[in-house]
């Protein structure tokens, strides 16, 4: 049972290992604790009706006398739990979700391929079925507030290798494998993949679970280093020795937590000072390791329509402008759906001209950035119809959505009004569940989710579906509109655009 001669079992690779490891799941932690506070629930079902959440991080109740989308109920956390801390701010904290989960994933990968490499994985896979009785007894010793002998830990006692083995052998790849479960892209091009937690809200609340795990191991994997010899513990962890000098071990043991520490605030008020920065770099990282796994996936989504949700969330406040509130009352009779821009056939469409181009119907999961999900059926023209109907010049890559809604925006110490609107490439636009929407469930589309026509498209975010659509815009570049960066949400809450996770 002895694995390996003992001067093999600690390594200064380990020790380095280790210590990114801990920076990134703090950072990990932290990130992902601000994007549970923009819908901060929990639930096992898909549907996320009112109420059934098993879970909630908020006081408030959702209320049903009144308009209330899922804006509202985002609430603020403290930047000290929080990264960056605030409330909404959800874009910066998905930067540094995804940045920093590609740098763990790696760091994981390089620790499995060398715990493999150099034979230290006999530390910690069982290579007997008696570490299981030894692990009770060793359970039993620690229940009645006694410690293992210390030749038990060898290098590791029975219940510590079970545990550390559980930890990355069972967690680690959970963790991951739940994350992508609740990629729209993923589950919108392999529905199947969603499945296997028992669909995304599942895969939201083990992620979540896992992380309340991490905590607890790190608990008392903390206190026991403590108890059961620190400075002797720290020639292991930090010097990556088996006997070693303890001044200097504890010394760099120190050096180390304070530059997590460091880090820790140096990006909370980076970001916080400079989100900006934050979305242009740190969010470009994470954007660009989605367009590459992500962007191709095309949605295949067929559910049947007892999947339809019961209650479908709402976000977006009902347009103010006097244009929209008078084509409403009159049921969008005058309702002109104007497209323009690099096109050979600018032109308008009333209701009626889209409804005699061929319909399409798809019943598919709706993903909201926040969290939350809802299946619905949606019909109306393929976008690709539209595309064919006006005809796009050669340099028209982007197709821009504006929509009636005007959004109150604070710019220095005013207010400005501000449209909101989004963009889909020409390639996207062309994507067979890319639809215009003019009915939801069989029944004209309700007001609050964007009558009389809001865009679908089946591999992304909710927060690309741009809802109450007044034109559609052909460009060759979408940074002329608005602030540039492609849409209502990139502009003022620093999303990234591509929305495929
Ligand atoms: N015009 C407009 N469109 C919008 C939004 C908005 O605020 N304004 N919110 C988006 C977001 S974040 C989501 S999740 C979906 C919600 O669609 P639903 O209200 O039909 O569920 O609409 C998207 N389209
Ligand atoms: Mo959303």
């Known amino acids: 049972m002895d694995p390996e001669p003992t001067s093999l079992w600690f390594t200064h690779w380990l020790s380095i290992?280790?210590?990114?490891?801990?920076?990134?799941?703090?950072?990990?932690?932290?990130?992902?604790l601000q994007i549970?506070?923009?819908?901060?629930?929990?639930?096992?079902?898909?549907?996320?009706?009112?109420?059934?959440?098993?879970?909630?991080?908020?006081?408030?109740?959702?209320?049903?006398?009144?308009?209330?989308?899922?804006?509202d109920d985002a609430v603020s956390i403290s930047p000290w739990v929080g990264l960056p801390g605030g409330r909404h701010n959800l874009g910066l904290g998905r930067h540094w979700h995804f940045f920093t989960a590609s740098l763990w994933m790696l760091?994981?990968?390089?620790?499995?391929?060398?715990?493999?490499?150099?034979?230290?994985?006999?530390?910690?896979?069982?290579?007997?079925w008696d570490i299981f009785p030894r692990a009770w007894e060793s359970f039993i010793t620690y229940a009645t507030f006694h410690l293992p002998p210390a030749a038990n830990f060898t290098p590791y006692d029975p219940l510590q290798q079970l545990t550390y083995a559980f930890i990355v052998f069972v967690c680690a790849p959970l963790t991951i494998m739940t994350g992508i479960a609740m990629s729209p892209a993923m589950i919108g091009r392999f529905p199947w993949y969603g499945k296997i937690f028992g669909g995304k809200q599942k895969a939201r609340s083990i992620h979540f679970i896992l992380v309340v795990i991490y905590s607890g191991f790190f608990l008392i994997h903390v206190t026991l280093v403590f108890l059961t010899g620190f400075p002797k513990n720290m020639v292991h962890i930090a010097l990556g020795e088996l006997t070693?000098?303890?001044?200097?071990?504890?010394?760099?043991?120190?050096?180390?937590?304070?530059?997590?520490?460091?880090?820790?605030?140096?990006?909370?008020?980076?970001s916080r000072k400079r989100p900006r920065q934050?979305?242009?770099?740190?969010?470009?990282?994470?954007?660009?390791?989605?367009r590459f796994f992500f962007s191709r996936l095309k949605s295949h989504q067929h559910y049947t329509k007892k999947d339809i949700s019961p209650y479908h969330w709402v976000n977006g406040h009902l347009p103010k402008t006097e244009e929209w509130q008078t084509l409403a009352q009159n049921d969008f009779a005058d309702y002109r759906l104007e497209i323009k821009?690099?096109?050979?056939?600018?032109?308008?469409?009333?209701?009626?001209?889209?409804?005699?181009?061929?319909?399409?119907?798809?019943?598919?999961?709706?993903?909201?950035?926040?969290?939350?999900?809802?299946?619905?059926?949606w019909s109306g023209v393929l976008l690709s119809e539209v595309i064919r109907l006006s005809m796009p010049h050669a340099e028209a890559r982007f197709v821009i959505f504006h929509s009636y809604q005007m959004n109150d925006q604070e710019v220095g110490d005013s207010k400005e009004e501000v449209e909101y609107y989004g963009h889909l490439t020409l390639e996207e636009a062309l994507y067979p569940?890319?639809?215009?929407?003019?009915?939801?469930?069989?029944?004209p589309l309700p007001t609050a989710h964007g009558a009389p026509l809001r865009l679908r498209i089946e591999t992304k975010l909710g927060f690309k579906m741009v809802k109450w659509i007044r034109s559609i815009e052909f460009v060759d570049d979408y940074r002329k509109i608005g602030l540039g960066r492609g849409g209502y949400r990139e502009d003022q809450e620093y999303y990234n655009t591509g929305a495929q996770i």
């Not at 629930?41 to 908020?58: A, K, M, P, Q």
């Not at 569940?433 to 029944?443: C, D, F, H, I, S």
Request: some cysteine; charged content about 15%.
């Open 17 to 32: 290992n280790h210590f990114f490891n801990f920076l990134f799941i703090s950072l990990l932690v932290r990130s992902g």
């Open 341 to 377: 821009g690099l096109i050979k056939n600018p032109c308008f469409l009333s209701l009626s001209d889209l409804k005699k181009l061929p319909k399409s119907s798809q019943i598919v999961k709706h993903n909201c950035i926040q969290g939350w999900s809802g299946i619905a059926e």
């Open 433 to 443: 569940q890319t639809l215009l929407a003019y009915e939801m469930n069989g029944q």
């Open 244 to 270: 070693g000098n303890k001044t200097l071990a504890v010394s760099l043991a120190v050096i180390g937590i304070s530059t997590v520490l460091a880090i820790h605030v140096a990006v909370t008020l980076w």
């Open 107 to 128: 760091n994981g990968f390089i620790y499995v391929i060398l715990l493999f490499t150099t034979g230290r994985w006999r530390c910690l896979i069982p290579t007997s």
């Open 278 to 290: 934050v979305q242009s770099s740190i969010g470009a990282w994470a954007q660009m390791l989605m």
């Open 36 to 71: 549970l506070s923009d819908h901060p629930r929990l639930y096992w079902n898909d549907h996320c009706t009112r109420g059934s959440e098993w879970i909630r991080f908020t006081k408030v109740k959702v209320p049903t006398d009144r308009y209330y989308t899922s804006l």
